[in-house]
């Protein structure tokens, strides 16, 4: 899976070059993580379309700073959209959690602009719990290393996953976790959300106790065209611990759009 940079930013991809006749889709991570967290997407869905990975400023390879607002890395991944060179006409945005939000922000500044989108574990208002912020405050490190614990499923054996979500948490420092924590504590676009006009598949988990079903239900409700997935027996990082059905749901979305 080739790793490229382009400028601050560093991305993966499923081969060095781009078939044209494939839409792009671009995979935005979510809070203190970093793009190794769409590996299995990223190593899947080449088959019906162009798929890129980007860190965000601040976490995994891209350079910093990270930001403190969704609308700032909002802008930061415009950026990347037009250095990257990523398709003007046939663009799908795909973000989970905070990258989520990240992907309903650029839908609602950019009308007409991308093609489609797919939000994973996310919502149009995304308030986080001062435990949180305590928890990272006073040990990052220990803060990253219960993250296994308490976003996958209680059905899910932890230990089969443990050692790859540690691989791309925390992958920043607490300065930049701080940030992404407080850009998701004052996002909210829930009176913007209607204007969106494109495709967007919703997926959301069974057990996601960080963003609840209910989340991805009120956005389905509220987007004129959009549908709604749910995957059972996950948790917030269900694209790790249910990939297959993830790769299943994006793959027949991005083939319905065709």
Not at 57 to 81: C, L, M, Q, W
């Amino acid at each position: 899976m080739p790793i490229l940079k382009k400028g601050p930013f560093e991305y993966s991809t499923c081969n060095g070059t781009f078939n044209t006749s494939k839409p792009d889709i671009l995979f935005i991570h979510g809070a203190a993580l970093s793009k190794e967290l769409w590996t299995a997407q990223i190593q899947s869905l080449g088959d019906v379309s162009n798929p890129v990975a980007v860190d965000l400023p601040g976490h995994g390879g891209s350079e910093g700073p990270g930001k403190n607002t969704v609308t700032g890395y909002a802008g930061d991944v415009f950026r990347f959209i037009t250095e990257a060179n990523l398709s003007q006409d046939n663009l799908i945005l795909c973000g989970m959690s905070m990258g989520g939000a990240v992907v309903q922000q650029l839908l609602i500044d950019h009308p007409g602009r991308f093609k489609a989108a797919v939000l994973i574990n996310t919502g149009a208002r995304l308030k986080v719990l001062p435990a949180v912020f305590d928890a990272v405050n006073q040990d990052f490190k220990a803060f990253i290393r219960s993250m296994p614990a308490f976003s996958l499923s209680p059905m899910t054996d932890t230990a089969l996953f443990e050692s790859l979500i540690l691989s791309f948490a925390g992958r920043c420092d607490a300065e930049t976790a701080l940030g992404d924590f407080e850009a998701c504590n004052s996002f909210d676009v829930m009176t913007a959300i209607p204007a969106v006009s494109c495709p967007v598949l919703v997926i959301t988990a069974e057990h996601d106790v960080s963003t609840p079903p209910k989340y991805g239900a009120w956005l389905k409700d509220h987007l004129p065209q959009s549908s709604l997935i749910q995957i059972s027996k996950a948790g917030h990082l269900s694209m790790v611990e249910k990939a297959d059905e993830i790769n299943e749901a994006i793959r027949s979305f991005v083939t319905r759009l065709q």
